[in-house]
């Protein structure tokens, strides 16, 4: 008897391990965003930390520490707006959306186009 009621612990034991792995798991998944959570959310800390309007994301992709961006960022207003500055910025979020890390990596009219390669 004693035999058997061991052997009926350890499995409820087990059971509950197994079920608070399972319990685990689908509450990560829960908080997993969608990439358009990701993409709002990383535009909305980068407007944040730079004090500079968000005007689109040009790159997106997921990586295995997160997501990489690349954001398109009104740097300097101008009349025409043709002649506005924009900047495009590397930005980095992990894999619960906080932006871990950001750099800019072009400065541009709005107006210019990027110089063809190779002709």
């Known amino acids: 008897m004693a035999n058997t009621r061991s052997t009926q612990e350890s499995q409820s034991s087990r059971n509950a391990d197994s079920q608070k792995k399972t319990d685990k798991e689908s509450s990560v998944a829960d908080k997993r965003q969608s990439p358009m959570e990701v993409l709002r959310n990383a535009c909305a800390q980068l407007a944040e930390l730079t004090g500079m309007a968000v005007e689109g994301a040009s790159a997106f992709e997921q990586t295995e520490d997160g997501w990489s961006l690349e954001v398109e960022v009104l740097e300097l207003e101008r009349?025409?707006?043709?002649?506005s500055l924009l900047a495009s910025y590397q930005v980095e979020v992990d894999s619960e959306g906080q932006l871990?890390?950001?750099?800019?990596?072009?400065?541009?009219?709005?107006?210019?186009?990027?110089?063809h390669r190779g002709r």
């Open 79 to 83: 009349v025409p707006d043709t002649m």
């Open 100 to 115: 871990t890390g950001y750099r800019r990596v072009r400065r541009y009219e709005r107006g210019r186009s990027d110089p």
